[in-house]
């Protein structure tokens, strides 16, 4: 009688423990992020109920609470220690789409350095100690068909609750995520209502103007159309030649956090640290790139300049690498293509990084050199360098059988990617901020180090380009600004974090941009733009044909230079926020067909070729 009595007493134990421990993962899972003071309470009630499902669906599955609570409370506890030192780093939460670039994430970790907070280790240890005393106090299923009647009933529950969260709550407005400015939603809603809610977001929704007859129309129209005829004799005459020069070699530089921190605010260093891109402004073509990104993302500011789709366009939080590059896309790769160029793409670490493998191979590069072709050069910090990167680069102009055949080189460099809080015994660092900031942000001082050194590279390359006897162009930019310190942007911008506009923070999303020939190009003011234009700009200058895709882009940018999640940017500087370009007469008609464009282009199961080819449908 006695040991019966113990036994229901270790079952009740262990049917409470399954049922409050979501509620312990909670208050574990937001101490360790910072976020528990700061979550409303009816998202608490809900981000509890979601663990909840997670813990059902474990012990559902399993049947037993010795293996579903310790492997859920562990996944959780995990998820929050990695979210903490994500935000640390990069300063945007973990998304769904993040998930999809594990892997990518694994081969830049080791270059961080790690802090182990004392939430982190108090959080671990009070989930060691629960998970010890539930372990004597077992829930078991006892029976096959218990244990089915009871999956079947708790996936019911699981899927219903989710049908009612996503379709009633969260439909109705009642949840809802800034997109925009993530890092208040997951502060105020949890991370687990948050990341549920921005997965609805990886779909976009046909445009209500979706037709085959308006894609058909705008192909008309730019396809050698009057209008299209009349707007790029507009761009064409910017030049001023009679005459273009087509290059024979083209080559494309997407520079890893290059940027140039002055849009953003004041601030003064011992020295110059981009005394020759500086230079350049007098003699190329220069301006800035609005990106996509801040800090992080890289392959979403690739995919806008190669494909011209704007992320702004795109499902909001997506990475599009991972969903939206199909077999057969027309970009920037295919137009060089179908006008004779080999096209070779080189990055100097491993291919699968975003997904990069299969989608240079779904764009139709030619050839695809990542880690291997660049494993014996030595390393700055812990990357390739960009002057032996650039060094491997030209090699692979010298290895062509005749000079002068085309080559189109998409380059994606490493040497300034982010980690700038370790110090390396491989890397000189010459400089530093002076005045007033001098000593407070290491990490912004080793990343302006670096953009020297990048600097410097970038005249060794185009020393040499100039001495070759092909025409060469030359078009770089940076994919976004780097993730230094917070405050130091702050500090500079004299802005604040708790006021801060949409249209104040576009400063944080510009990079420059450069175009240089070896044959001489007429100095003209492109102006700044949305990074999703350079590619057909770059095209026009070259001399070199245009998709009806691409001749629409030259179209839009006239009317709108900027087009960004954040806003946009008439040709007079004026902003709007991008519902509000999307409403006014002037923009209306343009956004609706670049929606209905970039829809069928990245989403749509059978995409209209001719638009986004120049051999119609490829």
């Given at each position: 009688?006695?040991?019966t ?7 009740g134990i262990?049917?409470?423990g ?5 509620a312990v993962?909670?208050?574990l899972?937001?101490?360790?992020t910072?976020n528990?003071?700061t979550?409303y309470?009816?998202?608490a009630?809900?981000?509890i ?6 813990y059902l669906a474990?012990f559902?599955?399993?049947g037993r609470?010795r293996?579903?609570?310790?492997a859920?409370s562990f996944?959780?506890?995990g998820?929050s220690v990695?979210?903490?030192?994500v935000?640390e ?7 769904p789409?993040?998930?999809m670039?594990f ?5 830049v970790a080791?270059?961080?350095?790690y802090?182990?907070t004392?939430e982190m ?6 989930l060691l100690a629960l ?5 004597f106090?077992p829930?078991r299923?006892p029976w096959?068909?218990v244990?089915?009647?009871f999956a079947a009933g708790?996936a019911?529950?699981i899927?219903?609750?989710f ?8 439909a109705s ?12 939603s ?8 948050s990341?549920?809610?921005a997965g609805?977001?990886?779909v976009k929704d ?9 894609l ?10 009057e ?9 064409t005459s ?6 273009t020069v087509?290059?024979?070699?083209i080559?494309c530089?997407?520079?890893?956090s290059f940027?140039?921190?002055r ?7 011992n ?7 500086d230079?350049?402004?007098?003699t190329?073509i ?8 801040f800090g992080?993302g890289?392959s ?12 702004a366009?795109?499902?909001?939080g997506?990475?599009?690498y ?6 057969g896309?027309g970009?920037l790769?295919?137009a060089l ?5 080999e096209t070779?793409a080189?990055?100097p670490y491993p291919g699968?990084n975003w997904?990069r493998?299969?989608?240079?191979r779904?764009m139709?590069f030619?050839?695809?050199l ?8 030595p390393?700055?910090r812990c990357?390739?360098g ?5 060094r491997k680069?030209?090699?692979?102009l ?5 000079p002068?055949?085309?080559v189109?080189?998409f380059?994606?460099t490493?040497q300034?990617h982010?980690?700038y ?6 890397y000189d ?7 007033d ?7 912004a001082d080793?990343?302006?180090s670096l953009i020297k050194?990048?600097d410097?590279?970038l005249?060794?390359?185009l ?6 006897d ?7 930019f940076g994919d ?9 942007y702050?500090?500079?911008s004299?802005?604040s ?5 949409s249209?104040?923070s576009l ?6 941009y ?7 190009l007429?100095k003209q ?6 990074a999703?234009?350079?590619s057909?700009e770059?095209l ?14 030259l179209g839009l940018r006239?009317v709108l230079p ?5 806003g946009?940017?008439d040709g007079d500087g004026?902003?709007?926020s991008l519902?509000?370009a999307?409403s006014?007469?002037?923009f ?11 829809y069928?282009h990245?989403?749509?199961?059978s995409a209209?070729?001719k638009?986004?080819?120049l051999?119609?449908?490829a």
């Amino acid at each position: 009688m006695e040991k019966t009595g113990w036994k229901k007493i270790r079952l009740g134990i262990g049917i409470a423990g399954l049922v409050l421990m979501p509620a312990v993962s909670y208050v574990l899972f937001e101490w360790v992020t910072g976020n528990l003071q700061t979550i409303y309470p009816l998202c608490a009630a809900v981000n509890i109920l979601l663990m909840g499902s997670l813990y059902l669906a474990a012990f559902a599955l399993t049947g037993r609470s010795r293996i579903a609570v310790p492997a859920a409370s562990f996944l959780l506890f995990g998820l929050s220690v990695g979210e903490t030192f994500v935000m640390e780093f990069r300063g945007r939460p973990i998304m769904p789409a993040d998930f999809m670039a594990f892997q990518t994430a694994l081969t830049v970790a080791g270059n961080y350095a790690y802090t182990v907070t004392r939430e982190m280790v108090l959080a671990g240890l009070c989930l060691l100690a629960l998970n010890v005393g539930l372990f004597f106090c077992p829930v078991r299923l006892p029976w096959w068909k218990v244990h089915l009647g009871f999956a079947a009933g708790s996936a019911a529950v699981i899927c219903g609750g989710f049908t009612w969260l996503i379709q009633g709550p969260v439909a109705s407005g009642r949840f809802g995520i800034n997109m925009w400015d993530l890092n208040s939603s997951y502060e105020t809603e949890g991370y687990i209502l948050s990341t549920v809610m921005a997965g609805t977001y990886l779909v976009k929704d046909r445009p209500a103007a979706y037709s085959d007859q308006r894609l058909e129309a705008i192909y008309e129209q730019w396809n050698g159309g009057e209008d299209s005829t009349v707007r790029l004799a507009s761009v064409t005459s910017q030049a001023g030649t009679d005459e273009t020069v087509t290059p024979v070699n083209i080559i494309c530089i997407m520079n890893e956090s290059f940027s140039d921190l002055r849009v953003a605010g004041e601030f003064e260093t011992n020295e110059e640290f981009m005394p020759y891109f500086d230079s350049l402004r007098e003699t190329a073509i220069t301006g800035n790139l609005y990106m996509p990104v801040f800090g992080a993302g890289t392959s979403n500011s690739e995919f806008e300049f190669l494909s011209g789709d704007a992320m702004a366009m795109m499902a909001p939080g997506t990475t599009a690498y991972q969903f939206n590059v199909t077999e057969g896309e027309g970009t920037l790769v295919s137009a060089l293509k179908e006008q004779g160029y080999e096209t070779i793409a080189l990055h100097p670490y491993p291919g699968e990084n975003w997904n990069r493998d299969t989608c240079y191979r779904n764009m139709g590069f030619d050839q695809f050199l990542e880690w291997e072709y660049f494993q014996d050069c030595p390393l700055t910090r812990c990357y390739v360098g960009d002057l032996e990167n650039y060094r491997k680069m030209v090699q692979v102009l010298e290895d062509k059988d005749d000079p002068s055949e085309k080559v189109f080189l998409f380059n994606v460099t490493m040497q300034n990617h982010g980690g700038y809080d370790v110090v390396y015994d491989n890397y000189d660092q010459e400089i530093y901020l002076t005045g007033d900031l001098e000593g407070k942000y290491p990490m912004a001082d080793q990343y302006l180090s670096l953009i020297k050194t990048s600097d410097e590279a970038l005249q060794w390359l185009l020393s040499y380009l100039e001495e070759l006897d092909q025409p060469t162009m030359v078009v770089m930019f940076g994919d976004h600004q780097p993730s230094v310190e917070d405050e130091f942007y702050y500090e500079i911008s004299g802005l604040s974090e708790d006021t801060v506009t949409s249209e104040e923070s576009l400063i944080w999303y510009e990079t420059p941009y450069l175009i240089w020939t070896n044959y001489g190009l007429e100095k003209q003011d492109l102006g700044d733009m949305s990074a999703f234009y350079l590619s057909s700009e770059m095209l026009q200058m070259a001399g070199l044909e245009t998709t009806p895709y691409q001749k629409f882009l030259l179209g839009l940018r006239e009317v709108l230079p900027v087009i960004h999640g954040r806003g946009c940017l008439d040709g007079d500087g004026n902003y709007y926020s991008l519902t509000g370009a999307e409403s006014d007469e002037a923009f209306e008609q343009w956004l609706v067909n670049y929606d209905c464009l970039v829809y069928n282009h990245s989403y749509s199961r059978s995409a209209m070729q001719k638009l986004f080819h120049l051999d119609g449908d490829a």
